[in-house]
């Protein structure tokens, strides 16, 4: 999937409606708590101690509308095959991650 596949997408309706204007390639920066492999819930008595920083490869959207809406289609199988996650991380911004 390429930034270009995800401009002009829109769904929703009403107050969940949202239309894709612009996409591009990025990095997003997490912070995750990652022991033997596995990520640790943030109620483990371990989590801060394990906590690193992990970046990811990213399609970062501009949104009109509802980027919740949107985030929620990307992550639905059918929609948007190819994509591991997505995360609405501002009022109009999405980040769909790919790996």
Known sequence: MTPQDLIGRQGGHDAS???ILGAEYGAV???PSI???HKLSWTDP??????????RQAILCTVAGNPVQ???DMTYPTLAPGI?????????RLCVFLD
Do not use: Q, R
């Not at 371990?46 to 970046?55: E, N, P, Q, R």
């Open 46 to 55: 371990d989590y801060w101690t394990h906590k690193t920083t992990v970046i």
């Open 84 to 92: 591991t996650g997505a995360l609405a991380d501002g009022p109009h």
């Open 29 to 31: 920066e997490s912070h």
């Open 17 to 19: 409606f949202y239309h």
């Open 35 to 37: 022991k033997d492999g």
């Open 70 to 72: 949107a985030e929620y």
